[in-house]
């Protein structure tokens, strides 16, 4: 069975400082690695690694992908108070139709 | 173009009612999703459809059933509610061909409650 583990479980930082969020994964017949941020209501996509070793980024989020050793990594650098959120990674599972979901990490930025 | 949509917002049932959750796309996705959320825990599948006409169970079908007669609609209905059925409720849609097959689309949700 798919399974995705996400770690820390929560992480309380201050605005400003740097965070990595992990995702680790067993999957058959892997495919890809999505990362997903939920606030207060529905996850919103963030991005997709298919490829090991190539870093995708958006503004102050990047995240890079390793297939050898099965796990991802979330950077989110100069924190702010709306990245507070739960950070989602999902895996497609072996019949592709279907996401597997880690539990998520819950980030909470102080002022 | 709306997405996702789902109705109702917010659902107080009692035990033993039924209820059907809507839920619509307008992105010509062919897969389309039922997740469950329990505070504080992570998303559960309760069914997903490929395309019109096809639906199957996810990890927690026990209690729903679905329909997928159009692309566009895809309802979850609750037939006897129970208190363990207390949840917010995602709806989600995903292409299902091309680089963006797995890339899901959430609707805002359905918070229901059964007392």
């Known amino acids: 069975e798919d399974k995705v583990v996400q770690s820390p479980l929560s992480l309380v930082v201050h605005e400003g400082d740097t965070v990595t969020l992990n995702c680790s994964y067993e999957v058959t017949n892997f495919r890809s690695l999505l990362w997903y941020k939920q606030e207060k209501k529905a996850p919103t996509f963030l991005f997709m690694l298919?490829?090991?070793?190539i870093e995708k980024k958006s503004g102050r989020l990047s995240s890079i992908l390793d297939k050898k050793e099965l796990f991802s990594i979330l950077n989110i650098t100069a924190t702010q108070t709306g990245d507070s959120a739960v950070y989602l990674c999902a895996v497609p599972n072996f019949g592709n139709e279907k996401l597997t979901f880690g539990t998520g990490t819950r980030l909470t930025i102080i002022p | 173009n709306a997405g996702v949509t789902q109705t109702p917002k917010f659902r107080i049932l009692k035990i033993g009612q039924s209820m059907t959750l809507q839920c619509t796309q307008d992105m010509n996705h062919n897969y389309m999703y039922w997740y469950r959320q329990d505070p504080g825990m992570g998303l559960k599948l309760i069914y997903y459809s490929v395309g019109a006409g096809i639906t199957d169970k996810g990890e927690v079908p026990n209690g729903y059933n679905v329909s997928r007669s159009t692309t566009e609609d895809f309802p979850l209905r609750l037939e006897l509610a129970a208190p363990s059925q207390t949840s917010v409720y995602f709806c989600?849609?995903?292409?299902?061909?091309?680089?963006?097959?797995?890339?899901?689309?959430f609707g805002p949700g359905t918070r229901l409650t059964v007392t």
């Open positions: 298919t490829s090991s070793g």
């Open positions: 989600a849609s995903s292409p299902g061909r091309g680089m963006n097959t797995y890339e899901q689309y």
